[in-house]
Nanobody, 114 residues
Framework: VQLQASGGGLVQAGGSTRLSCKAS????????MGWYRQAPGKQRDLVAT???????TYSRSVKGRFTVSRDNARNTVALQMDSLKPEDTAVYYC?????????WGQGTLVTVSS
């Protein structure tokens, strides 16, 4: 399974941006797809994830500002990021889980300027 992410870049505080990720290489839908992030000097943490049935989970720090969505037919997952804060600056990684195996995208940098 390969995950190809796109989006990100430099955004001003209070602004919005959108990340997208497409999975390829599997005939099945991922049981979970979503996003993690890693800020400089910190561990990689969950941002948001969604099951194939549509149940979403958000970290407390982004709940109400970010929205995760996925299209099972297209094997894609997106992250709409609104009301961005400088502390959202991080490398964002697309993540997918298939039958207990985890896969990661290459990471895309989001920088929020104050």
């Amino acid at each position: 399974v390969q995950l190809q992410a796109s989006g990100g870049g430099l955004v001003q505080a209070g602004g919005s941006t959108r990340l997208s990720c497409k999975a390829s290489g599997s005939a099945f839908s991922a049981s979970r797809m979503g996003w993690y992030r890693q800020a400089p000097g910190k561990q990689r943490d969950l941002v948001a994830t969604m099951t194939s049935g549509g149940t979403s989970t958000y970290s407390r720090s982004v709940k109400g500002r970010f929205t995760v969505s996925r299209d099972n037919a297209r094997n894609t997952v997106a992250l709409q990021m609104d009301s961005l804060k400088p502390e959202d600056t991080a490398v964002y990684y697309c993540h997918a889980e298939y039958f207990g195996y985890e896969y990661w995208g290459q990471g895309t940098l989001v920088t929020v300027s104050s």
